[in-house]
T-cell receptor, first 115, second 114 residues
Framework: DGGITQSPKYLFRKEGQNVTLSCEQN?????MYWYRQDPGQGLRLIYY???????QKGDIAEGYSVSREKKESFPLTVTSAQKNPTAFYLC??????????????FGPGTRLTVL | GNSVTQMEGPVTLSEEAFLTINCTYT??????LFWYVQYPGEGLQLLLK?????DKGSNKGFEATYRKETTSFHLEKGSVQVSDSAVYFC?????????????FGTGTRLQVTL
């Protein structure tokens, strides 16, 4: 089955620690995205990547870092510089061919709680 | 900049009632429009989409029509079920050929009761 996997589903960390969230896709999509969701709010874009070894900041990139060494993988690191890291994190992917409507497919999410 | 405005929730309906969730947008250019649904504790699933003016997206009894003149994409369903209880997000993208950022509304929670 094709899809996007995120692990773990729940993650707990102590304040001041860096933590890396995993995102893997087997849809052969070029583009991948990370969003943050807070209660009662829409999704906000953290980082996105159009191709391997390339990525761009989204609207709220401060305190986060990413890498894109493989097409299938786009891990997100939440650093100690992120002031309020407790949130639900969603990874997504999409094709990038011109003429398509760029529908994004989402993973199940990781809920990060910083204690 | 681009933005999406949704009606505030929660929306509480009885089963078999008619549903409308309003969505309006502001965009530079001609966006594609989407409705995504999120069930408790899960990621988002695409519910329906429309890529140009007057297109109607439909899925699972839900419908939305891309109205360029009113910059709207209201979600409707004729008869809701308890299983439709979820959060619904309206979104737009101006993509094509590159990674396309989705701009989301804040979401509308729907609660359907027996």
């Amino acid at each position: 089955d094709g899809g996007i996997t995120q692990s773990p589903k729940y993650l707990f960390r102590k304040e001041g620690q860096n933590v890396t969230l995993s995102c893997e896709q087997n849809l052969n999509h070029d583009a991948m995205y990370w969003y943050r969701q807070d209660p009662g709010q829409g999704l906000r874009l953290i980082y996105y990547s159009q191709i391997v070894n390339d990525f761009q900041k989204g609207d709220i990139a401060e305190g986060y870092s990413v890498s894109r060494e493989k097409k299938e993988s786009f891990p997100l690191t939440v650093t100690s510089a992120q002031k309020n890291p407790t949130a639900f994190y969603l990874c997504a992917s999409s094709i990038t061919n011109r003429g398509f409507n760029n529908e994004q497919f989402f993973g199940p999410g990781t809920r990060l709680t910083v204690l | 900049g681009n933005s999406v405005t949704q009606m505030e929730g929660p929306v509480t309906l009885s089963e078999e009632a008619f549903l409308t969730i309003n969505c309006t947008y502001t965009a530079t250019g001609y966006p594609s429009l989407f409705w995504y649904v999120q069930y408790p504790g899960e990621g988002l699933q695409l519910l329906l989409k429309a890529t140009k003016a007057d297109d109607k997206g439909s899925n699972k009894g839900f419908e939305a029509t891309y109205r360029k003149e009113t910059t709207s994409f209201h979600l409707e369903k004729g008869s809701v079920q308890v299983s439709d209880s979820a959060v619904y997000f309206c979104a737009l993208t101006l993509g094509g050929g590159t990674a396309s950022k989705l701009t989301f509304g804040t979401g509308t929670r729907l609660q359907v009761t027996l």
